[in-house]
């Protein structure tokens, strides 16, 4: 038997869970003996996430002035609609798992204290951000682990795309099947002796490309003929209408942190080399096959609120999804899954750095913090703290050149700034601790520059602070 465990993500991806993916599952699920395992909090937490987000969508239609063109009545149908979705999702999303055949399991029995200690220790799924509450990913952890306990002549896969905190980022594809987990994750399956039972996957649209694969699989020299009859330049076609403007997080590009938002302008590659895996008979006529193929790409940056372009970059790019193809070559269907930088991106480095020292994951750095402190915004001491173990963790390390690069930029843009007493002296500290590292002077002058040419505000309920503050506490608007 196969058990696939469910993240919130995958839920969400499909809120009424129609897409292909769901609809093979459907279809082959006696075939392919799978059992389909949806946390109780995964269930809680789609319940809310979706009509969360289908209210933003109601909210900028019921503002659409469209009296004019006497479409009024037409969006007032629209909007009564989404209410309506709104309202009724809770029960439909039930009514649909049960359609589908899921089993809804109960939370894990595990105490506070230890979910506690994990937070504690940053254990993954606890990665040691100071702005993200991975509670409830730990749950769903543990769900999985119960699932693998309770089920031992199971094969358990866990689905998820948030593999920042669930993976391992020197895998080959985010979208491989499998891929690898976190090594803590890994250390702590071995430690159950569930090392051979748990497997991972980011994507479930190619995890059931791979279990297709197994039940249909596609003789050796029947493959051969159907890869040298597929339309190469067809296929070229529908990943430059795909991926021209696509969106993507900045993390996942390897942006520098200056920006959130990553979007492809301008595919330069002109020959492409595609990478088929789990190649699947799919009905009369038709195979299917997950894809992989590298390009380089135009992608600029950009940041919530804010319209302008703040960067853009040359960055080679990993594509992946699913395709579908007629036995004569013809692209019957096309769907791009992901975007990511390979794991060699040095701008990688910063991020994880960034992650590491538990620095605030706010998508824009200058947005989250100088801005702020414009406006008299004091920083609160974990962010001093996280400051100080970035200078910690820097000192004596060789970072790649595009890394500094990028924290260049960040000093650069932060210059200016009006900085409160203990704010300057925490980072002076910084400086004076970052000055043994192997960082260009340059760097330096810029750290150095927004902590002298900053104009002081001086707080008279701070004038009695120690020398070991380094700032008032504050609740930053996210």
């Known amino acids: 038997m196969i058990a696939i465990v469910l993240d919130t993500n995958i839920l969400h991806k499909s809120p009424y869970l129609s897409r292909d993916e769901w609809v093979s599952l459907s279809t082959h699920k006696d075939e392919w003996k799978v059992r389909i395992l949806v946390p109780e909090v995964v269930v809680m937490e789609t319940t809310n996430t979706v009509p969360r987000e289908w209210t933003k969508q109601k909210d900028i239609f019921s503002t659409a002035k469209v009296g004019v063109f006497g ?16 309202e009724s999702y809770g029960d439909t999303l039930k009514r649909r798992l049960s359609e589908l ?8 029995e595990v105490s506070h204290t230890r979910v506690a200690e994990r937070a504690s220790k940053g254990i993954a799924p606890y990665q040691g951000k100071a702005t993200k509450d991975n509670y409830r990913d730990t749950l769903i952890w543990l769900s999985v682990i119960e699932a693998a306990q309770n089920n031992l002549d199971h094969e358990v896969w866990f689905v998820s795309e948030n593999h920042k905190d669930f993976g391992a980022l020197d895998a080959a594809a985010a979208d491989q099947v499998p ?14 002796g569930l090392e051979n039972k748990v497997k991972y996957a980011a994507n479930l649209a190619a995890l059931v490309q791979h279990i297709s694969s197994v039940y249909g699989p596609i003789e050796t020299e029947e493959l051969s003929r159907l890869m040298a009859a597929v339309d190469y330049d067809g296929l070229g076609r529908f990943l430059n209408e795909q991926v021209l403007w696509m969106t993507a997080p900045a993390r996942d590009v390897a942006l520098d942190p200056t920006v959130s938002i990553a979007v492809v302008s301008q595919v330069l590659s002109p020959t492409l080399e595609w990478m088929f895996s789990d190649e699947a008979k799919n009905g009369e006529g038709e195979w299917t096959a997950n894809y992989v193929v590298v390009l380089e790409a135009v992608v600029a940056g950009y940041s ?6 703040r960067s853009v970059d040359n960055k080679v790019l990993r594509v992946s999804g699913t395709v579908t193809f007629t036995d004569d070559g013809t692209v019957e269907k096309f769907e791009v899954t992901r975007l990511e930088a390979p794991p060699e991106d040095p701008n990688h480095a910063l991020w994880s750095l960034l992650d590491q020292t538990g620095f605030p994951e706010l998508g824009n750095f200058r947005l989250a913090v100088t801005d702020r402190i414009r406006s008299g915004f004091t920083l609160p001491s974990g962010t001093m703290e996280a400051m100080r173990r970035i200078a910690d963790q820097a000192s004596g390390a060789t970072l790649p050149a595009e890394t500094l690069k990028s924290m260049r930029r960040i000093a650069d843009q932060a210059s200016g700034a009006t900085l409160p007493a203990e704010t300057l002296k925490s980072m002076r500290r910084i400086v004076e601790q970052a000055s043994g590292a192997t960082l260009p002077a340059e760097t330096l002058k810029s750290m150095r ?13 701070e004038k009695e602070s120690t020398e070991e503050d380094t700032g008032q506490e504050s609740s930053p608007e996210d």
Do not use: F
């Open 101 to 108: 055949g899921a089993e809804v399991l109960a939370d894990p």
């Open 449 to 461: 520059r927004i902590t002298e040419a900053a104009v002081v505000q001086e707080d008279p309920d």
């Open 304 to 309: 919530p609120g804010v319209e302008e372009m």
């Open 179 to 192: 891929r690898a987990l976190h090594k803590e994750l890994q250390k702590e399956l071995a430690s159950l």
């Open 71 to 86: 479409l009024q009545d037409d969006v007032d149908a629209i909007v009564r609609t989404i209410e309506a979705s709104i």
